[in-house]
């Protein structure tokens, strides 16, 4: 049977996928579940890409037929990141997994400052990391033959539909769309359409109720202390940060402000 192995932060966790059966949950549960495959979910709320290298033996002990990596989003706002550091750590992962023939899928991460609200100073550092991260992701991708699903062009990433009510975590259509998109890439033959069901109302109200504020408060002052230290730094070249839009054919003029 099929083993599927998601690793990673809470993207591969599953954090905002709401009522939905554990084994079922997240990228890995609804891709395993549209092919009857076995999930194993390795991911981990905050995780960062020492994580993944960490967890690099237990992805092998399951026999992965197919691994989901969701990685560099924290990375975005903690410490100083080397682009070219991380793309050569990441290799060393996925070429790990693809050594023992599975198939790797990994997402780039979407623009952050087009999902928080962050004054323009702040968003422009925020957005420039995010690009230099995907230009790692993308460099390791491409150098272990690693699938890419390219979350940060794709407009259903931001689409409100798609989206936990913490506007950084996928909903759970948004879980399912990707899943959706991770089998098309992988041409499992899964026909790719647009979801449009809206997260039920009440499991907004609750969770800004029980966890929203509590969130607002643990997170913000994280976020808005590393991004000015993204201010601080210079950025990566433009030249490694056009190189991930020239991989995808196109950037919005949105995303280019």
């Known amino acids: 049977m099929t083993v599927v192995v998601a690793v990673g932060d809470s993207i591969a966790y599953g954090v905002g996928d709401l009522d939905t059966p554990r084994d079922q949950q997240a990228w890995s549960g609804r891709v395993s579940l ?14 960062i890409l020492r994580d993944v290298e960490s967890r690099v033996p237990e992805v092998l002990a399951q026999g992965p037929d197919i691994v ?5 989003g924290n990375d975005i706002v903690r410490g100083p990141f080397d682009q070219e550091e991380f793309g050569d750590r990441l290799a060393e992962c996925l070429d790990s997994f693809r050594s023992v023939g599975a198939e790797v899928v990994i997402l780039t991460v979407p623009d952050l400052s087009r999902m ?3 004054p323009g100073f702040m968003g422009r550092a925020l957005h420039a990391r995010t690009h230099a991260v995907n230009a790692a992701l993308l460099s390791a991708a491409e150098r272990t033959s ?3 699903v390219d979350r940060w062009h794709d407009p259903h990433t931001y689409h409100h539909t798609h ?7 996928p909903s759970s259509a948004g879980f399912q769309y990707l899943a959706h998109r991770t089998l098309a890439a992988l041409g499992l033959g899964v026909v790719l359409t647009p979801i ?3 997260p039920a109302p009440q499991h907004r109200a609750i969770w800004i109720a029980t966890s929203g504020l509590s969130w607002v408060i643990r997170r913000f002052p994280l976020v808005v202390r590393n991004v000015v230290t993204l201010l601080r730094a210079r950025p990566q070249s433009g030249r490694d940060c056009t190189r991930c839009d020239a991989v ?10």
């Not at 989901?68 to 560099?72: D, K, Q």
Request: glycine share 8%; aromatic share 4%; hydrophobic share 50%.
């Open 196 to 198: 449009v069901e809206d």
């Open 163 to 169: 989206l936990h009510v913490d506007r950084t975590h």
């Open 34 to 47: 549209l092919i009857s495959a076995v999930n194993v979910n390795l991911g981990m709320t905050g995780a």
């Open 116 to 118: 928080v609200q962050l």
């Open 146 to 148: 690693t699938i890419i």
């Open 248 to 257: 995808f054919g196109w950037m919005s003029p949105s995303m280019a402000e």
């Open 68 to 72: 989901l990596v969701s990685i560099g």
